[in-house]
C-alpha cells in the first residue's frame, strides 16, 4: 500500500516538474480577413512561471476558411491552440434604381448587386408578395440576409424635355422652336417657355414641363441669336496656317492696308505667327489640329479630340478659347464618305449643341487646287459682289496666295468693297452637305 502512494506522489512530483505551457484561449475562431492575434501564454514549472523562451509558430491563411493551429514549443514540451477561420459575415444587397419597386416607373426588380467578404458566388432568391419583395441572401457558410422591398404604384418621374443646348439663329429670325416632352405616363406634356430678348448674343431660355402628378423638370437652352454678315463686305478667311514661309507676307500685305482677316489654324507653323495674327486684330478660328482627312474623319471623337487640341494651342498662345470653326474640306465636302458615312451630318450639329459655329465659303479662290496667281485673281475678283457678303476661301500656306493677295486686295479697296472678320457672334455660313 506505501509503495503505491509512493509511486503516485511519483509521479505527481515528476508532473509538477515538467514544464507546462499555459494559454489564455485554447480555440481561436476568426473571422476570414480578420488579423490574428496570437493568444498570450505562461509556462510554469512547479507551479511558478519561468520566463524561458518559447517558439510559437503558425501557418493561419486569414484569408481562406479552414482549420489551423498555433504551435507553442518548450524544450519538448508541444502546446497546440486551434485556429478556426471562419465566415460570419452577412451578405448584402445593392439596389440600383429607386428605393422601392415602382409599378408605374417600370422598376427592374432585377437590377441590383449583391456584395460580400468572401464568396464570389452569393445564392439569392427573389419572392414576391401583394406589397413587397423580399429579398433572401445566403452566402456559403450559411450567413443569411433578408431585405425587402415595397413595391409602390405612383408616378414619380419627371417628363423629360427633348432640346439641344445650344441653339443657334440669326437676328431678326423667331425661334422655331420644335421642343417636347416624353413621359413614363405616356400622357402629352406641354414645354411651357418664357419669352426672352432675341437680341444679338447668348441667351438663356428655360423649358419647363409638368405631368399630371406635379412632377417637374427643366431644361435650360442656350439661344445664340447671331448677326448677319453684311452685303458688300469682303470676309478674307486663311485656312490651313500658319506657314512659317508664307504668312507673315500675308499679314504684312493685311496690315499695310489696314485690313483684318480671319485664320483657321491648325497645328503647322510657329506659335508666334498665330499671336502675331492675334495681335494684329485678325479673328482666330479653329480648323483641326491635324487636318489629316482619314484622323479627323474617322469618327465624331477623333474629330473633337483633333479639334479640341487646335483650342488649346489657341488658348495656349492668345489665352482666348474660339468657338468660331472651319471643317477641313468644309462641310460639304465628301471625301469624309471614304472614312464615315454621315459624318458631316453628324458633326455640323454636333459642333452647334457644343457651342461651337462653323462658317464655309462663297468664294473658293481655287488656291489650294494649285490655280496660278492670274486664275486666283480672275477667279476672286470677278466673283466679289456688292449684294452678298463674300467669304473669300484662302489658304496663307500657299506662295500664290501670299504673292497675288496685294493685287486683290487693291483691286477690291478700289472697288468700294469694305473688309472684316468673323466674329463669335456672326452668322454662320453654311454649304449644303452631301455626307
Ligand atoms: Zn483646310
Not at 441590383?112 to 439569392?124: G, Q, S
Request: charge should be positive; charged fraction near 25%; hydrophobic fraction near 35%.
Amino acid at each position: 500500500m506505501k509503495k503505491v502512494l509512493f509511486i503516485i506522489l511519483l509521479i505527481f512530483i515528476i508532473y509538477l516538474a515538467m514544464p507546462h505551457i499555459i494559454t489564455d484561449k485554447n480555440k481561436v475562431y476568426l473571422n476570414v480577413h480578420e488579423k490574428l492575434i496570437v493568444p498570450n501564454y505562461k509556462v510554469k514549472i512547479f507551479l511558478l512561471n519561468t520566463n524561458k523562451k518559447t517558439v510559437i509558430t503558425e501557418n493561419v491563411d486569414s484569408d481562406k476558411l479552414g482549420t489551423y493551429y498555433i504551435n507553442y514549443k518548450y524544450g519538448i514540451i508541444n502546446h497546440l491552440v486551434l485556429v478556426k477561420v471562419v465566415d460570419k459575415t452577412h451578405p448584402y444587397i445593392e439596389f440600383c434604381g429607386p428605393k422601392n419597386i415602382n409599378l408605374f416607373d417600370n422598376t427592374d426588380f432585377l437590377n441590383y448587386k449583391v456584395h460580400d467578404n468572401y464568396d464570389t458566388n452569393i445564392n439569392v432568391k427573389v419572392k414576391k408578395y401583394k406589397d413587397k419583395y423580399v429579398y433572401i441572401l445566403k452566402d456559403k457558410s450559411g450567413n443569411k440576409s433578408i431585405v425587402e422591398r415595397k413595391i409602390t404604384n405612383e408616378d414619380t418621374l419627371a417628363p423629360l424635355i427633348v432640346a439641344p443646348s445650344n441653339i443657334f439663329i440669326n437676328e431678326g429670325e423667331g425661334l422655331n422652336s420644335n421642343f417636347y416632352a416624353i413621359d413614363n405616363s405616356k400622357e402629352k406634356i406641354k414645354v411651357e417657355e418664357k419669352n426672352i430678348d432675341l437680341g444679338v448674343g447668348r441667351h438663356i431660355l428655360v423649358l419647363k414641363a409638368k405631368d399630371s402628378k406635379g412632377n417637374v423638370s427643366e431644361k435650360k437652352v442656350n439661344i445664340n441669336v447671331l448677326k448677319k454678315l453684311k452685303k458688300g463686305y469682303i470676309y478674307l478667311t486663311f485656312d490651313d496656317g500658319p506657314g512659317d514661309l508664307t504668312t507673315p507676307t500675308v499679314l504684312d500685305t493685311l496690315k499695310e492696308r489696314g485690313i483684318h482677316a480671319t485664320f483657321f489654324v491648325t497645328g503647322n507653323g510657329s506659335d508666334s505667327l498665330i499671336r502675331r495674327e492675334y495681335d494684329e486684330g485678325n479673328s482666330i478660328g479653329l480648323h483641326t489640329m491635324s487636318h489629316i482627312y482619314s484622323n479627323v474623319y474617322k469618327d465624331p471623337k477623333s474629330y473633337f479630340n483633333d479639334l479640341y487640341a487646335v483650342r488649346n494651342r489657341v488658348y495656349n498662345i492668345t489665352g482666348m478659347k474660339s468657338d468660331i470653326i472651319r471643317f477641313p474640306g468644309g462641310s460639304s465636302n465628301t471625301i469624309s464618305k471614304h472614312y464615315k458615312l454621315g459624318i458631316m451630318s453628324y458633326l455640323t450639329k454636333e459642333v452647334e449643341d457644343r457651342g461651337f459655329r462653323y462658317y464655309d465659303w462663297n468664294i473658293n479662290s481655287g488656291d489650294a487646287e494649285g490655280k496660278s496667281k492670274e486664275k486666283i485673281y480672275n477667279i476672286v475678283t470677278s466673283k466679289l459682289s456688292h449684294n452678298r457678303p463674300n467669304i473669300v476661301l484662302f489658304h496663307d500656306t500657299k506662295k500664290n496666295t501670299m504673292e497675288i493677295l496685294p493685287s486683290i486686295l487693291d483691286y477690291a479697296i478700289s472697288n468700294g468693297y469694305k473688309f472684316d472678320t468673323i466674329k463669335e457672334n456672326d452668322a454662320e455660313v453654311k454649304q449644303r452637305i452631301f455626307n
